[in-house]
């Protein structure tokens, strides 16, 4: 159960046999430490911009900018099925917010990483998981377990040592965190919903946020712009910010649930780790335990909802991946949802 389709985003299934899986191994190992190394630049461009060029809409704009001028023409060339109509009712309902959340909390993430350490900021982004139980619970009426429940105290514990021993430590840094966090756990919510009910493609969904994000937002961006003296640094943050996208989204769709959670908890120690290295932010021992403890929450609590999912088949949480259930009747494999949050 829970085998890992082997087809990139828009294409067919990779031939069988030990071939075909050695080759699928390497791809994804290929696509993990890629991922790896270009979050990490990511984020450490991010904070070397911001700490220069104090202006996160900024920032955020020339991200959006990126998503919405390279995902077209990659996407075609990578055989991405095309766009599924959409009716005006609903883009208003859901595509609108959905865009004008991604936006508010890209800005809300970029300010977490001028206000504080990148590998404090990853920290509290790991409550991702908190925020969706407690969204999941208002939004869509869904109960959890006690080992998910259980799955949380970890990450509040680990979230709070690195608080309470943050030596760069800002309130405003904080509460963007939060905010960010929240809004991507809203973002995730509202997005497997569209996925689920017009079929658009993933990547596709990334495009159309991205680029309706871009021009929603453009007037007030001009209105508030400021130095363009690290236009240079920006336009490599955009591309490496897209690349991310991309390859977070490929490996998701490569590997089983349980893996991707344990890929997407190391990447954040990458993250944090070259983060320190090349930033050479201070940090105390006790602070580092704090990190960890909270990012071995994360894991646990993707743990225990994979197990959820495979005994009882819950109601769906956020993020969505697809993977294959044989049945042992006819003798077929069906793709299913299943719920997922990203650390």
Not at 264 to 291: C, D, E, H, Q
Request: include cysteine.
């Amino acid at each position: 159960v829970g085998t890992p389709l082997s087809h990139h985003a828009g294409g067919p299934a990779a031939p069988g046999g030990p071939d075909g899986t050695t080759r699928q191994t390497l791809t994804i190992v290929f696509l993990c430490v890629l991922w790896y190394i270009v979050s990490s630049s990511n984020n450490v461009i991010g904070k070397m911009i911001l700490s220069e060029f104090p202006y996160p809409m900024t920032v955020t704009m020339i991200q959006l900018t990126s998503i919405t001028v390279y995902s077209g023409p990659f996407f075609n060339l990578w055989g991405v099925r095309k766009y599924v109509d959409i009716s005006w009712r609903y883009y208003f309902k859901f595509i609108v917010p959905l865009a004008l959340g991604k936006f508010l909390a890209s800005v809300t993430s970029h300010i977490s990483i001028w206000k504080v350490p990148v590998s404090y900021a990853h920290t509290v982004k790991a409550t991702m998981p908190l925020f969706t139980v407690i969204l999941s619970r208002i939004i869509l009426r869904e109960r959890q377990t006690k080992p998910v429940y259980l799955s949380l105290v970890p990450i509040i514990v680990g979230v709070g040592i690195a608080t309470l021993t943050e030596l760069s430590f800002d309130v405003v840094g904080l509460i963007s965190a939060l905010i960010a966090t929240m809004g991507f756990s809203l973002q995730n919510i509202f997005s497997k919903k569209v996925l689920k009910e017009t079929g658009v493609h993933h990547l596709r969904l990334l495009h159309i946020l991205g680029r309706l994000a871009l021009f929603m937002f453009l007037p007030v961006w001009f209105y508030t712009t400021g130095d363009y003296r690290v236009i240079a640094l920006l336009f490599t943050d955009g591309v490496l910010n897209w690349l991310q996208n991309i390859l977070a989204f490929s490996v998701l769709s490569l590997v089983t649930p349980l893996t991707y959670a344990v890929a997407s908890a190391s990447k954040r120690i990458f993250v944090i780790a070259i983060s320190l290295f090349v930033l050479g932010n201070p940090v105390t021992w006790l602070n580092v335990l704090g990190m960890l403890v909270a990012i071995l929450g994360v894991l646990c609590y993707n743990r225990a909802n994979i197990f959820l999912f495979y005994f009882t088949f819950p109601p769906l949480l956020p993020l969505v991946c697809y993977i294959t259930l044989k049945d042992d009747l006819t003798h077929t494999r069906q793709p299913v949802f299943l719920p997922l949050v990203t650390v």
